[in-house]
């Protein structure tokens, strides 16, 4: 298995732009989990889905940001528009059975 | 409140010295408790979990952990620490009847000195 597969690995914008992180989790997974780690605040969960549908966003900083999981092997996590404290390594994570979850290798995000 | 604490932010230990890194939860009922690995620019990476049963659990690379009720902690060691154990080191727990939600530790990051 591949493991979670997450795309750009990079990326670099400016402040206003639009940003669209993507997530492939592990074939079988039913949860999918979205987190920020930052130096400042260490990992925070953003959003959960379990199914493809969304159960809990509370963790989403503000309306700029939005999240979807329109199949079982694709989800983006979009902000938009991006600001440079938006600045951080975004993780998505997917678990067979909610207690174990897998990491995929990170976007880092760095708005100008 | 769920909470983690990982009281050291840093850990040196000499190549071959045993490890050990600590971690303090405290969670409502039985949790589940979990330990990852971050290696640089690397997303983090599964070690072992407790779910029930055998109080000491191992996991990969040679580590083990060893979940204690009373003292509400599961401590992550090793026998014989390596140079490429270098790393940040995340103690997570879950409240098996409340959310899915992990709460994560700050990290610690050991280094194993040669």
């Known amino acids: 298995d591949a493991g979670v597969i997450q795309s750009p690995r990079h990326e670099v914008t400016e402040m206003g732009q639009e940003v669209t992180l993507r997530c492939k989790p592990i074939?079988?997974?039913?949860?999918l989990f979205w987190y920020r780690q930052t130096m400042m605040r260490g990992l925070e969960l953003l959003i959960y889905?379990?199914?493809?549908?969304?159960?809990?966003d509370s963790g989403m900083p503000e309306d700029r940001f939005s999240a979807k999981m329109p199949n079982a092997s694709f989800s983006t996590l979009k902000i938009q528009p991006s600001e440079p404290r938006d600045s951080a390594v975004y993780f998505c994570?997917?678990?067979?059975?909610?207690?174990?979850?897998?990491f995929g290798p990170g976007t880092r995000l760095t708005v100008l | 409140a769920q909470s983690v604490a990982q009281p050291e932010d840093q850990v040196n230990v000499a190549e071959g010295n045993p490890l050990t890194v600590k971690c303090t939860y405290s969670?409502?009922?039985?949790?589940?408790l979990f330990w990852y690995v971050q290696y640089p620019n690397r997303g983090l990476q599964f070690l072992l979990k407790?779910?029930?049963?055998?109080?000491l659990v191992k996991g990969s690379y040679g580590f083990e952990a060893e979940f204690n009720k009373s003292q509400t902690s599961f401590h992550l060691k090793k026998p014989s620490a390596l140079v490429s154990d270098s790393a940040l080191y995340f103690c997570?727990?879950?409240?098996?009847?409340?959310?899915?939600?992990?709460?994560f530790g700050t990290g610690t990051r050991l280094k194993v000195l040669a």
């Open positions: 994570a997917s678990s067979p059975d909610r207690a174990t979850q897998y």
């Open positions: 074939s079988g997974h039913n949860s």
């Open positions: 889905f379990n199914n493809n549908v969304p159960i809990d």
């Open positions: 969670v409502s009922g039985n949790p589940y």
């Open positions: 407790y779910i029930t049963g055998d109080n």
């Open positions: 997570a727990v879950r409240d098996p009847l409340g959310t899915y939600k992990y709460i």
